[in-house]
């Protein structure tokens, strides 16, 4: 049952990360996700502290103002400072995330929270980590019921704004000439990202959040030309990914986010190289 | 040599765009006809898709109003079309010329609402009509420069609009399509529809438009091609290089000088 349940959180994870990473990744915009899944974190802690429990529904309301405001900054050093969009993220994270990393060792006494646990998350203990309703019953893992709200409201985000996430990630001038707002989708879309990074860190931690946005999708590039294929094959890995991670974690005795990122790693390298050399064959034929 | 016209299809009152408090336009208030064909030519540099992006809204005028149909453009967006510079967008994107082309729909659609089969129909004469309809299902990937203006212009139809704006749509492409396009635009304005067109070459000027604005920084001229594109008014806009290509060009012919050196 633990497996079921662990590998279940893993998928709920991977999907929506991976979903949100495709329109990522074609925006040329992988390392906001990267930087969004860092500078949530003070947004954590803050939150943490004005509700005084790890209660899910403000934690991630502070991490989705600390996402936007994340997004917005950024945004303002490039055109306002006209510092390079990289640079800008790079000076945006560092210091948010560095902020976080203060708050939670100054009030360390205080709070049940600690790096190792932002950084590495530990997706093993899903299955003891239950929510047991005030009568005592006992509902299943509390990461299920967290990740699988993302999962839905991801799902929804999608299926709602398919047209228009696709068009302002396609042609934002044409988007915005045909009256649609390319900032709200922009916004709405790097809402969503803090949202489910902030869901996602809890059991996989904020660096292999980053491997689910962005791995899935760059392999599911390089294996289709259809989006609406890339983001299926996108959500497949996610769950071949779990699976596999969680089972080659056993056989290890090794960390299971872990062993899921090296999966994802792997699966994308060999479909690197099969695209390098089905890429280079027809060129060889003709020569 | 500026026109006014009666009842324009766009008015521009006194438009100013600054980039960073540096303006790139000056003062252009000009009027457009309807049904025609307009040119808007000058220099590189000149502002000329600055201007089509300050009427599509998409940069910010420091000051100045546009009008279309005498309305403001949120009033009648669904009558006019915009297709930008086709080196854009990133053409290795995982689309197919169906998807692009629906993208037209889309603003008629509104939010909710997914393309149904009346707008893939729409889309399919509108790629027809480019000449495109076999390669509906095609990735916009394995497109050469030519297919991809056919397929923004096709995109541009399927918004059934009266007003269009063509950023450069004779940049890069094949002479087929090239004549395909003006064939098009021809058609369109037989409709009663206006294109504005940015274009930089002026040779085929005089051919191709009904009506031409020059534009370099300011606005030197608007008014019916013939009347607009003399010697004069074109040295003005070009400045110094035309005219110092015009001395090169009598100095080649009096004195026969090689056009290139031989090596």
């Known amino acids: ?287 | 040599m500026i026109h006014q016209v009666e009842n324009p299809v766009v008015e521009l009152h006194d438009i100013t765009v600054s980039y960073n408090r540096k303006p790139v336009l000056w003062d252009i208030d000009l009027t457009l006809p309807h049904a025609a064909i307009i040119g808007i030519i000058g220099p590189n540099g000149a502002g000329k898709s600055t201007l089509v992006k300050s009427m599509m809204g998409l940069v910010e005028i420091s000051s100045g109003y546009v009008k279309m149909f005498d309305q403001d453009l949120e009033q009648v967006r669904s009558r006019v079309s915009y297709v930008p510079q086709k080196e854009s967008v990133d053409w290795d994107f995982p689309a197919s010329v169906t998807d692009v082309v629906l993208m037209g729909r889309y603003g008629k659609l509104g939010l909710f609402t997914r393309p149904r089969k009346a707008d893939k129909e729409v889309a399919l004469e509108c790629l027809r009509q480019v000449d495109m309809q076999d390669y509906a299902n095609r990735q916009i990937s394995q497109l050469s420069g030519g297919q991809q203006q056919r397929v923004f212009l096709a995109r541009a139809l399927a918004q059934e609009a009266d007003l269009y704006f063509m950023d450069e749509p004779f940049a890069g492409v094949d002479a087929a399509t090239e004549r395909a396009i003006i064939n098009l635009m021809k058609t369109m304005s037989k409709q009663g529809k206006t294109v504005v067109v940015v274009h930089h070459d002026l040779q085929s000027a005089q051919e191709y438009f009904d009506w031409v604005v020059l534009l370099n920084l300011r606005l030197i001229a608007s008014g019916p091609a013939d009347q607009v594109l003399t010697p004069e008014l074109l040295q003005e806009t070009y400045g110094g290089k035309l005219t110092l290509l015009a001395e090169v060009g009598a100095l080649l012919t009096k004195k026969e000088f090689p056009s290139r050196e031989k090596g």
């Open chain 1, 1 to 287: 049952m633990d497996a079921f349940w662990i590998i279940l959180a893993g998928s709920l994870v991977a999907i929506p990360c991976g979903l949100l990473g495709c329109y990522l990744i074609l925006r040329k915009m992988a390392m906001i996700g990267d930087a969004i899944s860092h500078a949530v974190l003070p947004g954590i802690v803050i939150a943490f502290f004005v509700s005084g429990s790890r209660e899910p529904v403000s934690m991630l309301l502070g991490a989705g103002i600390l996402g936007i405001l994340t997004t917005f900054l950024i945004e303002f050093f490039h055109t306002k400072a006209r510092l390079q969009t990289d640079a800008a993220i790079g000076v945006t994270f560092t210091w948010l995330f560095a902020l976080g990393v203060i708050l939670i060792s100054v009030f360390a006494g205080q709070v049940d929270l600690d790096q190792d646990c932002v950084l590495y998350g530990e997706i093993a203990y899903v299955p003891i980590d239950l929510w047991i309703t005030d009568s005592g019953r006992i509902m299943g893992p509390r990461v299920i019921y967290i990740m699988g709200m993302v999962f839905l409201v991801v799902l929804c985000f999608i299926l709602i704004g398919y047209k228009e996430l696709f068009l302002t990630t396609f042609d934002p001038a044409f988007a915005s000439a045909t009256g649609i707002s390319v900032a709200l989708w922009h916004y709405l879309l790097m809402g969503a990202v803090s949202f489910t990074t902030v869901g996602a860190f809890e059991s996989v931690g904020a660096i292999l959040v980053v491997a689910f946005l962005i791995v899935p999708p760059a392999t599911a590039y390089l294996l289709t030309e259809d989006f609406k294929k890339m983001m299926l094959i996108t959500a497949l890995l996610g769950l071949v990914i779990s699976f596999c991670g969680y089972y080659l974690a056993v056989w290890l005795d090794g960390s299971i986010a872990g062993a899921m990122s090296v999966v994802a790693g792997l699966i994308f390298g060999v479909v690197f190289l099969l695209h390098v050399v089905g890429s280079r064959l027809p060129a060889a034929g003709r020569a």
